[in-house]
């Protein structure tokens, strides 16, 4: 079969916290053999269970620093002020070049960065909660029954979703086979962009007739 050069996707997703992106992004690995996460830098300490180079790369902040210094990074960010992340440039742009697509879960100052880092390879997808109470339910069960906290992470959750209209897609996780569905719709017709088709004008011309 002949098949048309093409240039990798940048797939980012970003939601706010609850809403679902951790399992939609395993999922849509779980299925999408030409796709591969981009795994971040960042300053914050493993959570239990998570595994360097697998999660993130965990790293001080002097070794942070020195790649920020030595423009390693296509984007970073200091998210709610406490730690730095980055996504490490080198793996995505060989992996663009080669036309296998990257998945992103980074914040929205990551998707806007990275839209201006990467012209024309970024496809942002915001994904939202079927409704504020469902994430609140969510939450409950990661955060405990603290109501301070409950309420700190809802504020943080409510200012993410302030910037949904930034992005190229809005999917909502109610059901999630469908939200999933959705995902990969987005991506299999951002493979076939005319632009992102490197190899198009020489197919055409060796069509014949
Ligand atoms: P967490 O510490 O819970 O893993 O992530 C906190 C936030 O940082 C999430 O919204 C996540 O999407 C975002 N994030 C993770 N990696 C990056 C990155 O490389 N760049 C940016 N800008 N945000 C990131």
Redo the contacts with the bound molecule.
Sequence with gaps: MTSVARRGVCLVL?AP?GAGKSSLTRALLATEAELSLSI?V?T?PPRPGEVDGAHYHFRDQAAFDAMVAAGGFL???R?LGR?S???PRTAVEAALAAGRDVVF???W??HRNLRTALPGDVVGVFVLPPSLGALESRLHSRAGEDPAEIARRMGLAREEISHWAEFDHVVVNDVFEDAVAELRAILHAARSATARQIGLAGFVGGLGG
């Design positions: 970003a916290s971040s960042t914050r984007e970073w960010a998210v730690h992340y980055g996504t879960d980074i914040d100052q990551g």
